[in-house]
């Protein structure tokens, strides 16, 4: 297999440093404040995990996207709960752990075709990182662990890169448009969780039920700024996304019924 179907060119952009990525380790996927008045609403199971990710593509993901999809997660269900029935709860929660299988899945592949090809080729091999960050992450729901381990599998893919550069198989121009493919990848799938939650918002709305949801899954507080580096990493616009405006009548993500929010994640 040749390498321009593993990497395919897209344009370049400037990446940041790990420094600038990581000022802030995540702790929890809100705010203090927020993650304060949520456990005095009930208490939720948590895993403690600490993550080390060595490359900058898998620390810009993580440090773009982890608390927004943990946050739209917990947010998405808290709303089903109030407008739908464990049935409906489960087959989102099904949807989504789908996807993210799918998104695993996509990796193990090309992860697999470059060992391959870097076992075919002779040359010295990386063997560290300059600015390595470790991560103390919770773990509030099963998806949330899937979400954690697509990006340790994207910081592996990285690292192949990485070595295939070294053993100059990839060119530098490969090698940039290789790592941001896939950093935009996972940003996509991330797009598609926030997504979701921007429907399941609409629908409570049109059932009446904001403030309810503004009570137990208030928006995130950053959400906007989250939400808009997202979707620019990731090719696309905001569009979907929840927004703190009153949704329309005629807005792409109406959705009338509980049923309904099943069915536009299912087709998204």
């Known amino acids: 297999m040749s390498e321009a179907m593993v990497l395919p060119i897209t344009n370049a952009d400037k990446p940041r440093s790990p420094a600038t990525q ?3 380790q995540m702790t929890a996927p809100v705010s203090s404040k927020q993650h304060a008045e949520r456990k005095n609403v009930y208490s939720r199971p948590v895993i403690d995990e600490e ?14 996207s982890f608390s927004r999809v943990s946050y739209s997660l917990f947010s998405t269900d808290v709303i089903l709960r109030l407008i739908g029935d464990e049935d409906q709860i489960d087959e989102v929660g099904d949807i989504i752990s789908a996807m993210l299988a799918e998104g695993h899945a996509e990796l193990d592949q090309v992860i697999a075709q470059m060992e391959k090809i870097l076992s075919e080729e002779k040359g010295k091999r990386v063997t560290r990182y300059s600015n390595p960050v470790t991560l103390k992450l919770e773990i509030t729901a099963p998806q949330v662990g899937q979400f954690i381990d697509l990006v340790s599998k994207l910081d592996k893919l990285v690292m192949l890169i990485d070595n295939l550069w070294h053993t100059q198989r990839l060119q530098g121009k490969q090698r940039t448009d290789a790592q941001r493919q896939w950093r935009q990848h996972i940003n996509r799938i991330a797009s598609k969780i926030i997504q979701m939650e921007g429907r399941a918002r609409n629908s409570a709305l049109r059932q009446g039920k904001d403030d309810e949801v503004k009570e137990h899954a208030p928006m995130m507080q950053d959400h906007a700024e989250h939400d808009a580096n997202i979707a620019a990493d990731a090719g696309g616009t905001t569009e979907g996304f929840p927004t703190t405006e009153a949704a329309t009548e005629n807005s792409a993500g109406d959705v009338n019924t509980e049923e309904a929010v099943t069915d536009k994640v299912a087709s998204a």
Do not use: A, G, I, N
């Open 51 to 64: 993550v080390t990710l060595y490359t900058l593509q898998s620390q810009q993901v993580m440090q773009r």
């Open 22 to 24: 990581m000022r802030h």
